[in-house]
């Protein structure tokens, strides 16, 4: 239950797929890169950022209970990945702005996240309550405005986030493959 207990020690069952555009401005510009001051101005501009992340974090966990409410109410014409991709994007859109906005624990926590989606079969009623749990958490942070990575708290929320994982992979890999207690089964 480290850090570098990346996925949970499961398999994974989706991977991030990275594309690379084109980049027309570099094509007109050229080759080359920025200067220190640059880059000095850049790093100064995100460290004293005063914008507010709540309604734009709001707008993502908004968008993850949409995908998790999919999942409760499976509809036959979306297959389990369509689902699972409904409730993980948003997650990763916390994670990759939480940090600029000196959210660390969110972006911390929301990492795990993606490591649970990635990793899960299908949204259970199990897996339900550990999206809620993830989803739950980062809303706390963000409106009780917990900047940085949340200190003894953060580091227990983590903790917790990431033992209830645990149990569900344990669970997971200890039940007999016929059973199914899902009332939220998700169409193939």
């Not at 000095?40 to 966990?61: G, H, I, R």
């Not at 999942?71 to 036959?76: Q, V």
């Not at 200190?151 to 990431?162: D, I, P, S, Y």
Request: hydrophobic share 40%; with cysteine; glycine share 6%.
């Amino acid at each position: 239950m480290t850090d570098t207990d990346d996925h949970y020690s499961m398999p994974l069952r989706r991977k991030a797929e990275f594309y690379t555009p084109p980049n027309h401005l570099k094509l007109k510009v050229g080759n080359g890169g920025l200067t220190e001051n640059i880059l000095n101005k850049a790093q100064a501009l995100l460290e004293n950022n005063s914008v507010d992340f709540t309604p734009l974090a709001e707008m993502y966990l908004d968008a993850m209970m949409k995908g998790i409410e999919q999942a409760r109410t499976p509809n036959a014409s979306l297959n389990k990945e369509t689902i699972i991709s409904a409730i993980l994007f948003p997650g990763m859109q916390l994670k990759a702005n939480g940090g600029m906005f000196q959210y660390e624990l969110v972006t911390h926590i929301a990492d795990r996240f993606i490591q649970f989606m990635e990793v899960i079969d299908t949204v259970d009623n199990d897996a339900l309550e550990i999206i809620i749990a993830f989803h739950t958490t980062i809303r706390a942070v963000i409106l009780g405005r917990i900047k940085g990575d949340g200190g003894k708290r953060g580091e227990e929320l983590m903790t917790a986030l990431v033992e209830a994982c645990h149990r569900y992979f344990e669970k997971e890999t200890q039940a007999k493959p016929q059973q199914n207690n899902n009332r939220y089964t998700i169409p193939e």
